[in-house]
């Protein structure tokens, strides 16, 4: 390359035109406003946009690839360009160490320093309060990490990949200040690499001309220490090919990038491609051979975390209007997975898992979970996996794991040595990176007895308890556990009972707020119509038409989002309500000899769960009814596909089976009088519709077995 066509300073005067110069779309000077920021100490981040580099009038495209191609020079010399147009602050802030330092340092350079000692003087690194970034254009696909090859070196380049592991953030030297101890000389030493040799002897002349090896004190205070903390980042599953195993990249954060990622992230980030030396023992067993990093320049994350949403004012118009929909909740359910046939009350309870419900922390500081636990059990080809995969494609932070692939430790938390320190540290396990977000553990029943216990605590307490190699801690696992499980023999014996074939031990499935047992049945009409949705979505790669638009899963989270900021409470007036409904599902139980589930408090928390759950979704602060009818009516879905066959056995027709709950109800509240909305109610929470409650109705008033309201359809038994 010719090295005649650079000229840094003519570089610089181009670079300050820029940065005074560039207006945005709303004609304000955008760099400016940044730097007026920076001077009243707002923000130490200066991120210069490639963007506005291209969209700039009067810089032609040379300047940019110089920009591109040797980007760490280009920082600099914008560091410098920015130091010459640093605004006088406005606002007043209180000084730190700092501000204070820097005062003096200039007081005592204007009175002793005469300019003949280079070394004395003060590198522009110091005085920076702010750190520039310059952020890779956003347009086209980003780079895989198999795709960086040697020819990006000291590039920006823009890759993508899922963070593996990060270190703490630690100290990094910008610039060392020593002092002499005989001639009281100020030294400051630029440090540009991973590692630096300290100075043992005052440079300064007058130390020279006494041939006086001066003392230097390296004066951590009066030194310039960055925030510096080191990842891996690996390449995506749908990136590697057929037969490869996966890439790593080690990434460099600094400053204010420190602390954006956290492992199982999945990140975009911009950076500048660079080699490094081995240094030490490693150094010795390399030889020649050099390690390459990148310096992160910006990190973009895919999926925002819930907290971290901030609506746009599309998407606030677009959700207020959602949130006026009547329909809004079997619309959100139907979106999720709309390639999966039918299923439309687990979809139902899978939305309700990701809306969850308020943790409560009481005075004392006891704990209240507000995550849901779901299982769906069921024969072997109804979609569990798929739609456990859909789940962990919505959420921002989710993590899938598999039964048998999955160890105790491997679930909670595992004691490793750190290669670089040689320490012993804990490495979180599935369960502690789904923090604050979704665990889906597939093949739930093929697990181990010892390793299915370590999920019993993180279920309840929402923690994990180490005991390990001199390590005694409790880590955070807030998660939301998602499980997927096959019967005991396979596929659902009805001849046995329903404990025999759940098969999982009764501490486990309390902990589950829904157990969903899904049965493959034979039926002409919905095997033809689900055979027909299959063959649709082969054919066309979407699912038949819905009758609406489904939502995007960028809409559903956005959704979700706002709905998990509100905090729904249960009114007194609703309190007696639920504790009937309790009871009488304990009642149901205990007169039942073979009880389809098992029902402990446990149940009427999750029963006022899902009910906080339906009210987030409605945008409301309270619970009302209907909540608490539909969490009791999902309850009671979960066991469907059972109630059903368990009907079918019993020969009564559905008229039959209707009259009786009606009847069983009655006779509870000891009544003659029983409102049509109420028998509506006692009736959605089985498997029958509002037709046959209406056509039972007039079958059994033709009857003379009750009266009918003709306007609201009130029913009073006629006493015989």
């Not at 020819?151 to 953030?169: A, E």
Request: aromatic residues 8%; proline residues 4%; hydrophobic residues 40%.
């Amino acid at each position: 390359m010719n090295s005649k066509g650079f000229d840094f300073n003519a570089d610089k005067v181009l670079a300050t035109e820029f940065l005074s110069g560039f207006a945005d779309s709303n004609g304000e000077a955008k760099y400016m406003n940044i730097l007026q920021d920076v001077a009243n100490h707002r923000t130490r981040a200066v991120e210069i946009d490639l963007e506005d580099l291209i969209n700039y009038k009067d810089l032609d495209d040379e300047f940019l690839r110089r920009v591109t191609e040797n980007t760490r020079r280009y920082i600099g010399i914008f560091a410098d360009a920015i130091d010459e147009l640093m605004p006088e602050s406005t606002e007043h802030f209180t000084d730190d160490d700092h501000d204070i330092l820097m005062t003096q340092r200039s007081d005592e350079g204007a009175e002793g320093a005469d300019g003949s000692d280079p070394l004395q003087k003060m590198p522009p690194a110091i005085k920076r309060y702010f750190e520039v970034y310059i952020k890779a254009s956003s347009k086209g696909r980003p780079f895989t990490i198999r795709e960086v090859k040697s020819s990006y070196i000291g590039q920006l380049v823009r890759i993508s990949g899922i963070v593996t592991r990060c270190s703490d953030v630690k100290p990094l030297m910008q610039v060392a200040v020593y002092t002499c101890e005989d001639c009281g000389f100020e030294i400051y030493q630029e440090v540009t690499a991973r590692v630096f040799m300290p100075l043992f002897e005052c440079p300064s002349r007058r130390c020279k001309t006494n041939r006086n090896k001066g003392n230097v004190i390296l004066q951590l205070r009066a030194s310039k220490f960055l925030r510096f903390q080191e990842a891996k980042i690996q390449e995506l599953a749908e990136h590697v090919p057929k037969g490869h195993i996966p890439r790593t990249m080690t990434v460099h954060f600094r400053g204010e990038l420190t602390r954006k990622v956290a492992p199982g992230d999945v990140v975009e980030l911009s950076g500048i491609f660079l080699p490094i030396p081995y240094t030490g023992f490693r150094a010795m067993r390399a030889g020649l051979v050099a390690d390459t990093y990148l310096e992160a320049m910006s990190v973009t994350h895919f999926k925002k975390k819930y907290e971290e949403y901030e609506l746009i004012g599309d998407e606030e118009e677009q959700i207020a209007r959602l949130a006026e929909d009547g329909e809004i909740y079997n619309k959100l359910a139907r979106s999720l997975a709309p390639e999966i046939f039918g299923h439309e009350d687990i979809k139902k309870a899978l939305l309700l898992l990701l809306v969850g419900a308020p943790h409560r922390k009481l005075k004392d500081g006891m704990k209240i979970r507000g995550d849901l636990h779901i299982c769906l059990m069921g024969d072997p080809g109804v979609a569990k996996s798929q739609l456990l995969k859909h789940i962990i494609t919505v959420a921002p932070r989710g993590v899938y794991t598999t039964g048998k692939g999955s160890s105790g430790v491997g679930l909670t938390a595992a004691v490793m040595k750190d290669p670089v320190t040689n320490e012993m540290v804990l490495e979180g396990g599935a369960l502690v990176l789904a923090d604050m977000g979704i665990c889906a553990i597939d093949e739930f029943d093929k697990m181990d007895e010892s390793d299915r216990t370590a999920i019993h605590e993180v279920m309840e307490q929402q923690t994990v308890s180490i005991a390990k190699a001199g390590i005694t801690t409790s880590l955070n696992a807030r998660t939301a556990v998602l499980a997927a499980a096959n019967p005991a023999w396979g596929r659902y014996d009805l001849r046995r009972t329903p404990a025999e074939n759940i098969n999982l031990p009764p501490a486990l499935l309390s902990r589950f707020d829904l157990l969903w047992l899904i049965l493959d049945r034979a039926d002409m009409d919905s095997d033809l119509e689900m055979a027909r949705h299959i063959v649709h979505v082969h054919q066309y790669r979407e699912s038949p038409a819905l009758g609406f638009s489904p939502l995007e899963p960028s809409v559903l989270r956005a959704y979700i989002s706002s709905a998990r900021r509100l905090s729904p409470t249960v009114p007194r007036e609703l309190e007696e309500y639920i504790a009937t409904a309790y009871s009488s599902i304990r009642q149901e139980e205990a007169k039942s000899t073979t009880p389809h589930s098992y029902t402990t408090i446990r149940t009427l928390l999750s029963i006022l769960r899902i009910s906080a759950a339906l009210a987030r979704l409605r945008f409301s602060e309270t619970v009302a009814q209907s909540d608490v009818d539909e969490a009791l009516r999902l309850m009671q879905m979960s066991k469907f596909s059972l109630y059903s066959e368990e009907r079918k056995k019993s020969g009564l027709d559905p008229i039959s089976d209707i009259y009786s709950i009606l009847r069983d109800g009655a006779a509870r509240s000891n009544r003659m009088d029983v409102s049509y909305a109420e028998a509506l109610n006692w009736i959605s929470r089985t498997v029958y519709s509002e037709a046959q409650l209406k056509e039972c109705l007039e079958e059994y008033a033709a009857l003379n077995v009750w009266q009918i309201h003709p306007h609201t359809f009130d029913i009073r038994f006629i006493d015989t």
